[in-house]
């Protein structure tokens, strides 16, 4: 079965406290894997790809096949991080997404 | 470049009615795709649409909906209506669709009483 689990519904972090948003993924095939976000007020939007191997935000994520899970992480959180992340995948020529259920990072100052 | 745009962002509807939900692209892209927004489930897809052709469809009773006309722009229809349907739902854009980046409109938010 296609699936995306992201086992913590909300996450709890100290500023300057590095951070793990877990994502796992059971696919058969070789999927795209996707983080997304969703500030306050703001509409869902995308954070970064694992095919671009980019760091954005200070945000990285490595897809590692073997253990099947692009965990989402952050040396240094802000409080500027707190909102709903989501881990989704694609897969070519399926023409739909699978999202996880999300994670709710909450920065204390 | 205009954003992915939601019409209405609210809605009130009771039980067994049906409700139309609109959805225009960013321009030039062709794919919309649909999702169904709840706390407790996430984002669930609902259908997405190419060219006026529905390509792929989630696990959603047939009371769900949609097309989409030669402009790209994109209808989702619910019919009779539950209280369950109560939702945020979502549009998305992409160039063509596949793995591309989803580009999401802002909702609207659908309530059943």
């Known amino acids: 079965a296609q699936r995306v689990t992201q086992p913590e519904k909300l996450l709890s972090v100290f500023k300057g406290a590095p951070v793990e948003l877990k994502c796992n993924y059971s696919y058969s095939g070789s999927p795209e894997l996707f983080w997304y976000v969703q500030y306050s007020r703001q509409r869902l939007q995308l954070l970064l790809r694992h095919i671009s191997r980019e760091s954005i935000k200070g945000f990285t994520a490595d897809l590692n096949k073997g253990e099947t899970s692009f965990h989402l992480k952050k040396p240094f959180a802000q409080e500027e991080d707190s909102a709903m992340y989501y881990c989704?995948?694609?897969?070519?020529?399926?023409?739909?997404?699978?999202f996880g259920t999300g994670t709710r990072l909450k920065g204390l100052a | 470049k205009a954003g992915v745009t939601q019409t209405p962002r609210y809605l009130i509807k009771t039980r067994g009615q049906q409700v139309t939900l609109s959805c225009s692209p960013i321009s030039g892209h062709r794919s919309v795709s649909w999702y169904q927004q709840t706390p407790g489930q996430g984002l669930q897809f609902l259908f997405e649409?190419?060219?006026?052709?529905?390509?792929n469809k989630g696990n959603f009773p047939g009371r769900f909906s949609g097309r989409q006309f030669s402009n790209s722009r994109s209808e989702m229809n619910v019919s009779t209506l539950e209280l369950g349907d109560s939702a945020l739902y979502l549009c998305?854009?992409?160039?063509?669709?596949?793995?591309?980046?989803?580009?999401f409109g802002n909702g609207t938010r659908l309530t059943v009483t």
């Open positions: 649409y190419f060219s006026e052709t529905q390509r």
């Open positions: 989704a995948l694609s897969g070519l020529e399926t023409y739909k997404y699978i």
């Open positions: 998305a854009s992409q160039p063509s669709g596949g793995d591309s980046p989803l580009h």
